[in-house]
């Protein structure tokens, strides 16, 4: 990649692996945050407020914009914050529009509950403010006069991210009735499906405005938390509904038909890299 400037605002953990990748690949990066002291060597750490425009004043021009931020809680007030007014903030206080904008959002957006395969083109109508006040943020994004994509990840998983294996642990594991499709991907190909966009804009392809980022392989929870258990030499003791949104099941065909293909395709694999 020729030098390319990179701002990516809310540089947490997809933030600052994806920022380390495209300095590796010779890309100038910002990684913007309140606190900047956790940023690595090789991110030039900005720290701002997205939520305060005057922190928002010296920023550098770039050539694309990631935003990344994530909100610290469900409160919808902070989501507010951090989805919606973070981001018409920092497209404001840009003194040069990006060439392209990145903005990560979530399958959360879905309705949809009774095991039904979900793509880019399928309905959105979320229950939640949460839900609600993402799609928010997507539509600012897509109608900001940028050249702009979306991308909906599932539930991610990887180091930093134990939670299932922590109720495994417990003893604890989902009932097989009701049935619960889960959708996950891996911390990797997250930073992977953005980096592989960021080439295709950079090779002259035109994007989607949206991407669902999920593996290929949407499984029951049940059947995920068995098979940890099974690796981990674990005894279920207590089945144990897990709420996580509706039951659905993320199609990534667009993804994949862009050239994307999965580090870790399913459950297995991600998890296999993982246990001890
Ligand atoms: N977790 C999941 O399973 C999941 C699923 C679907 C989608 N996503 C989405 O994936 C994206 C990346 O998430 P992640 O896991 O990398 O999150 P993360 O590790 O929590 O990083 C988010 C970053 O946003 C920064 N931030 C939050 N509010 C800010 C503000 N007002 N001003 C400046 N920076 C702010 C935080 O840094 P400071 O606190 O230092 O400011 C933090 O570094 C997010 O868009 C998230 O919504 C996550």
């Known amino acids: 990649m020729r030098e390319q400037r990179v701002l990516i605002a809310g540089c947490g953990d997809i933030g600052t692996h994806l920022g380390l990748r495209l300095v590796a690949d010779g890309a100038q990066v910002f990684g913007l945050r309140r606190t900047i002291n956790q940023l690595p060597d090789g991110i030039h750490g900005i720290a701002a407020d997205l939520a305060d425009p005057v922190s928002l004043e010296a920023l550098p021009a770039c050539d694309y914009l990631f935003y990344t931020a994530a909100a610290k809680s469900r409160d919808p007030d902070v989501y507010r914050r951090t989805y919606v007014d973070g981001l018409r903030n920092l497209l404001a206080a840009l003194p040069e529009p990006p060439r392209h904008l990145f903005l990560t959002s979530s399958t959360g957006v879905y309705h ?8 880019e083109q399928s309905p959105t109508l979320p229950r939640s403010d949460t839900g609600r ?32 294996q922590r109720q495994v642990l417990a003893g604890i594991a989902a009932p097989p009735e009701p049935l619960h499709y889960s959708n996950r991907i891996h911390r990797d190909d997250c930073v992977g499906v953005l980096r592989h966009l960021l080439q295709r804009a950079e090779d002259g392809a035109t ?23 099974q690796k981990l030499g674990v005894a279920i003791e207590t089945r144990q509904p897990i709420r996580r949104g509706g039951s659905k099941r993320c199609s990534n065909r667009r993804l994949r038909a862009s050239g994307y293909r999965f580090r870790y395709p399913d459950y297995r694999s991600g998890y296999a890299a993982m246990l001890p």
């Open 112 to 119: 949809q509950h009774e095991h039904d395969w979900v793509d």
């Open 207 to 229: 994007l989607k405005p949206l991407y669902l980022a999920s593996d290929d392989s949407p499984t029951p929870i049940h059947e995920v938390m068995e098979w940890l258990a």
């Open 133 to 164: 006040l993402l799609l928010e943020a997507e539509q600012l994004a897509l109608h900001s006069g940028l050249a702009a994509t979306v991308v909906r990840f599932s539930g991610i998983y990887g180091p930093g991210r134990e939670h299932l």
